[in-house]
């Protein structure tokens, strides 16, 4: 597709449940992050990929909470053993150089809810 | 204090008035975007700036590097303008820190 594409768009897990988030970027796209809004607030930083390497995680709450890109292209963040409060919408957005000067596009972002 | 600070948090706004969202940051940035987010739906790009001005369609950005501020100005408002206007700051290590947003409600 043409833009940033995230699955599942819902997903319901009862607490100590995994679960996995995927992010497809477009096509070509250097640059990837993952964001976390709460409900009512900004997005808030997880971590960074440029390509297949994690640059920066630090954004990430807990070890609990695990990212990956294995092949610099599509990415997946693990959330392992979910608590109540990991409910959010997880975004995940892409951008093409590795500069800090790349317009970013979102895809529609993954709304966790944890029971 | 949060490094992005937006003003106001809410706006109403009658159609065709001109809107003004303000943000203030306290780091070095490389760049400021300013993103549409609508209830249940994704975050759009608006602009991205690193100095002056931009303008698309009845949207105008502002930037003012030295005082850390920028503007995002709405003309000539109208209801599908409604949604929530969201200032974000690239630092040098390619993270993004959002303000909280402002809810922009224009009404008919």
């Known amino acids: 597709g043409a833009g940033v594409s995230q699955s599942p768009r819902y997903k319901v897990a009862k607490r100590g449940q995994d679960v996995a988030l995927r992010c497809d970027p477009i096509?070509?796209?250097?640059?990837l992050f993952w964001y976390q809004q709460a409900l009512g607030q900004g997005p808030e930083f997880l971590t960074y990929?440029?390509?297949?390497?994690?640059?920066?995680k630090s954004g990430l709450p807990s070890d609990r909470f695990f990212a990956e890109r294995p092949e610099g292209s599509v990415s997946t963040l693990k959330i392992q053993r979910t608590q109540q409060e990991d409910s959010a919408v997880y975004l995940c957005?892409?951008?093409?150089?590795?500069?800090?000067?790349?317009?970013?596009?979102f895809g529609e972002g993954s709304r966790l809810t944890v029971l | 204090k949060n490094e992005v600070e937006q003003s106001p948090q809410n706006l109403t706004a009658q159609e065709g008035e001109f809107i003004t969202i303000n943000c203030s940051y306290s780091?070095?940035?490389?760049?400021l975007h300013w993103l549409q987010q609508h209830p249940g739906g994704g975050i759009v790009s608006l602009f991205m700036?690193?100095?002056g001005k931009k303008k698309h369609g009845r949207l105008i950005a502002t930037i003012n590097i030295q005082e850390k501020h920028s503007s995002l100005h709405i003309t000539a408002s109208h209801p599908r303008d409604s949604a929530v206007y969201i200032c974000?700051?690239?630092?040098?290590?390619?993270?993004?820190?959002f303000g909280a947003g402002t809810i922009l409600r224009v009404k008919s």
């Open positions: 974000a700051v690239r630092g040098y290590g390619n993270k993004l820190v």
């Open positions: 780091v070095g940035i490389s760049a």
């Open positions: 957005a892409s951008s093409l150089p590795r500069t800090s000067s790349g317009e970013l596009f």
């Open positions: 096509s070509g796209h250097v640059s």
């Open positions: 990929f440029q390509n297949e390497a994690q640059l920066d």
């Open positions: 700036l690193s100095s």
